[in-house]
């Protein structure tokens, strides 16, 4: 099954997204993961590692 023009714009979108780059760079999984660091930093909510 082909994709569609919209599944298309939205994946050159998503794969040219800045954050999308630099996650990729940095072995996260997805860009969401700076905005749990930045919560974490904020409200520490993560336990330290053990």
Partial sequence: M???KTSD????E???D???KKSCQDGYRSRASYKLIEL???DRIFRPEQ
């Fill in 14 to 16: 998503h794969f040219d």
């Fill in 18 to 20: 800045v954050w999308v």
């Fill in 2 to 4: 082909a994709r569609s």
């Fill in 40 to 42: 974490d930093k904020k």
């Fill in 9 to 12: 714009r939205w994946l050159k």
